[in-house]
C-alpha cells in the first residue's frame, strides 16, 4: 500500500494544534470579563517587570522560565517547517516577534479572566521560546521530514531507530535523571526488596512487551545477531539512574523473552504481517488501561473528567507528561499498524482508535485506581493522526508483501 504526506501541509495541522494548545493552556478556565472594574484590578495585579517576580520579591525560578520557554518553542520548531521561506538571518527575529506577539495576546486575555495574573515575563517568554524552536528546526528539522514523506533513503534503519525510540522512552520514563548518590541508593535499595517487581501488576509493562517482539522482528531480519537480546537488560538497568523509577529482574526477562518472541517470527514470513503486529499491539494497549483487573460498582466508581487537559492544567509534572507521551507513541504505532493492514484514511484510523481509547477510559469508570477522562482520549486521537501520517513501511511490513523487506536485505 503506497502511503505518502505532504510534509508543509502536515506542519501546518500540527502548528495550528500547538497554538490551540498554547492558547488553551494560558486562558484556561475561559472565564472571560471584560468589565472596566475586572480590567483595572488585573492591571493593578499584573506583573510588569520583566523577570521580577512581584508576589515573591525576587527574580523569577529557572524552572518557571525554563517550563514557559519549552511551551512556546514548539510554536517555532513547527512554523518554520510549515512556512519554510525566511531568510537564516532573519529567522531568530521574526519567530521571536511570533511568539511574542503570541505571548502578549494571551497576557491580555489574561487580564479578564479572575484568577489568572498576566505577566510580561511569559510574553517575553513565548518569544524566547518560539525563537530557540526555530533554530531547532532550521538546524535538524530537515531531518524529520524523511519520516512523513517518501524520500527515506534507508527504510530498515529507521524502522529500529523508531521502535527504539519508543522502547526508550517507555522504560526510562518519566526521564527524571540523577546521578545523586543518596537517589542511586534508594533505587538500589528499592530493587533489592522487590528484585522481581512483584508488588505492581503489569500497565506499561504489556504495551513495552508488544514493541518489543516488534523490534525483534525488526532486528531480526537486518542484525541475525544474540547480542541483540542484550538491549532490555540495558534499558532496564539505566532505570537505577531515573529517580521515579526502579529496575526489575521480572520486567528485563521480559523484555529479553518478547525480543526472542521476534526474532523467530523474523524467521517465520507468514508471521511478518502488520495485522498480527496490530492485533498484538490492540491487546497490549487494553491490558495496560484496564490493569489491575479489579471491578467496583457504580456506586464506587471514579467519575468522568470531561474538562481536557485538566489534570495537566492543575499540576503538570514528568509523570504526567510521560503518560500523555506513552499514550501518543502507543496510539502512534498502532495508527500506523492500522494503516499498514486496511485501506484506510488517516480521519478513520482517528476516529478508530479514539473509539478504543474512548472504550477504555468508560470501563476504567469501574476499576479502582484509574482516573478516567476525555484527555486520555485527545491524546490517542493526536498520536493516532500522527501514526497515520507515517508511512506504514516505516514501522512493519506490508500486509500485502511480507517478503518485501526480507528480500531488500539480502540484496
Given at each position: 500500500m503506497t502511503h505518502t504526506t505532504s510534509a508543509?501541509?502536515?506542519?501546518?495541522?500540527?502548528?495550528?494544534?500547538?497554538?490551540?494548545?498554547?492558547?488553551?493552556?494560558?486562558?484556561?478556565?475561559?472565564?472571560?470579563?471584560?468589565?472596566?472594574?475586572?480590567?483595572?484590578?488585573?492591571?493593578?495585579?499584573a506583573e510588569w517587570i520583566p523577570f521580577w517576580d512581584s508576589g515573591r520579591g525576587r527574580m523569577h525560578g529557572i524552572p518557571d522560565i525554563a517550563s514557559n520557554l519549552l511551551f512556546a518553542l514548539p510554536l517555532g520548531f513547527f512554523g518554520v517547517l510549515a512556512h519554510d521561506h525566511m531568510p537564516g538571518r532573519r529567522l531568530l527575529r521574526n519567530w521571536w516577534l511570533i511568539g511574542l506577539a503570541f505571548g502578549l495576546t494571551a497576557e491580555f486575555l489574561q487580564l479578564s479572566i479572575p484568577?489568572?495574573?498576566?505577566?510580561?515575563?511569559?510574553?517575553i517568554n513565548a518569544g524566547l521560546g518560539a525563537g530557540a524552536g526555530a533554530l531547532l528546526?532550521?538546524?535538524?528539522?530537515?531531518?524529520?521530514?524523511?519520516?512523513?514523506?517518501?524520500?527515506?533513503?534507508?527504510?530498515?534503519?529507521i524502522r529500529l531507530l523508531l521502535l527504539f525510540s519508543l522502547l526508550a522512552v517507555g522504560t526510562l520514563g518519566p526521564l527524571d535523571m540523577?546521578?545523586?548518590?543518596?537517589?542511586?541508593?534508594?533505587?538500589?535499595?528499592?530493587?533489592?526488596?522487590?528484585?522481581?517487581?512483584?508488588?505492581?501488576?503489569?500497565?506499561?509493562?504489556?504495551?513495552?512487551?508488544?514493541?518489543?517482539?516488534?523490534?525483534?522482528?525488526?532486528?531480526?531480519r537486518m542484525i541475525r545477531s544474540p547480542h541483540i537480546l542484550a538491549l532490555p537488560v540495558i534499558l532496564e538497568v539505566g532505570q537505577l539512574f531515573i529517580a521515579s523509577r526502579v529496575p526489575s529482574i521480572g520486567d528485563a526477562l521480559l523484555g529479553v523473552a518478547a525480543v526472542s518472541a521476534g526474532l523467530v517470527a523474523a524467521r517465520i514470513p507468514s508471521l511478518l504481517r502488520a495485522r498480527n503486529?496490530?492485533?498484538?499491539?490492540?491487546?497490549?494497549?487494553?491490558?495496560?488501561?484496564?490493569?489491575?483487573?479489579?471491578?467496583?460498582?457504580w456506586?464506587?466508581?471514579?467519575?468522568?473528567?470531561?474538562?481536557?487537559?485538566?489534570?495537566?492544567?492543575?499540576?503538570?509534572?514528568?509523570?504526567?507528561?510521560?503518560?500523555?507521551?506513552?499514550?501518543?507513541?502507543?496510539f502512534g504505532l498502532l495508527a500506523a499498524l492500522i494503516c499498514a493492514s486496511c485501506r484506510l484514511g488517516r480521519p478513520a484510523v482517528v476516529v478508530l482508535c479514539a473509539a478504543l481509547a474512548a472504550s477504555i477510559e468508560i470501563a476504567q469508570m469501574f476499576i479502582p485506581g484509574r482516573y478516567p477522562g476525555v484527555t486520555d482520549v485527545i491524546t490517542a486521537a493526536a498520536g493516532a493522526w500522527l501514526g497515520a501520517s507515517l508511512r506504514p513501511s516505516l514501522i512493519v511490513t506490508s500486509a500485502e508483501n511480507p517478503k518485501r523487506a526480507t528480500s531488500s536485505v539480502r540484496r
Open positions: 508543509p501541509h502536515l506542519y501546518r495541522s500540527i502548528f495550528i494544534a500547538v497554538a490551540v494548545v498554547f492558547f488553551y493552556g494560558t486562558l484556561y478556565p475561559f472565564e472571560l470579563d471584560f468589565s472596566l472594574d475586572r480590567l483595572a484590578h488585573s492591571v493593578l495585579k484568577g489568572r495574573m498576566a505577566s510580561l515575563t511569559d510574553a528546526a532550521r538546524r535538524w528539522g530537515r531531518h524529520i521530514t524523511p519520516l512523513f514523506t517518501q524520500t527515506a533513503a534507508d527504510e530498515e534503519q540523577t546521578m545523586d548518590v543518596s537517589d542511586l541508593r534508594a533505587d538500589f535499595k528499592s530493587f533489592l526488596a522487590d528484585p522481581w517487581g512483584l508488588t505492581a501488576p503489569l500497565q506499561e509493562e504489556w504495551i513495552l512487551i508488544a514493541e518489543y517482539i516488534i523490534f525483534g522482528a525488526l532486528a531480526g503486529a496490530l492485533i498484538m499491539m490492540i491487546a497490549a494497549i487494553a491490558a495496560a488501561g484496564l490493569s489491575p483487573y479489579k471491578l467496583m460498582s456506586e464506587a466508581g471514579s467519575p468522568f473528567q470531561w474538562v481536557p487537559l485538566l489534570e495537566y492544567y492543575r499540576r503538570t509534572t514528568l509523570s504526567s507528561l510521560f503518560d500523555a507521551a506513552m499514550g501518543v507513541l502507543s
